[in-house]
């Protein structure tokens, strides 16, 4: 039997686009994906991005991550996603775009407004923890 993330829904919490809680199994190794940052090939992010792009952006560095641990989207047990907004609609924005990028796999996640992030021009940011089965399993 595969290992693998489980997702909890609440039947009593209001209903959110996203578990509560998720549980990792037993024997299954964590892994803990530095932030995702919006940067291109060249390690820098691109001028005249809004937070839609750079949401995309980091999801998909963050699947690149994933890949090369072994893991995928679907391994990912908690993300917290750092926006650099004081508005809530800039938020939202970053949010939805990431919710689509993930699809079904509606991990828990905390998403945060934050003064600044570490690049130049850098909206978004993305941490995860994942989990995937021990290879001895």
């Not at 997702?7 to 932030?35: C, D, Q, R, W």
Request: glycine share 6%.
């Amino acid at each position: 039997m595969k290992k693998q993330v489980s997702l909890i829904h609440s039947s009593t919490l209001p209903t959110v686009e996203y578990a509560y809680a998720s549980k990792v199994p037993e024997g299954m190794n964590l892994l803990f994906m530095t932030g995702a940052c919006p940067l291109d090939n060249k390690g820098k992010v691109p001028e005249d991005t809004d937070f839609e792009v750079q949401a995309r952006m980091c999801v998909s560095n963050l699947k690149a991550a994933l890949e090369e641990a072994g893991a995928t989207i679907q391994d990912i047990a908690y993300t917290r996603v750092l926006v650099a907004s004081s508005n809530q609609d800039d938020l939202v924005m970053a949010w939805n775009a990431i919710r689509k990028e993930l699809g079904e796999h509606d991990v828990p996640s905390t998403l945060s407004g934050v003064t600044l992030l570490g690049y130049t021009n850098q909206l978004v940011e993305i941490e995860a923890v994942a989990a995937i089965a021990d290879k001895k399993d």
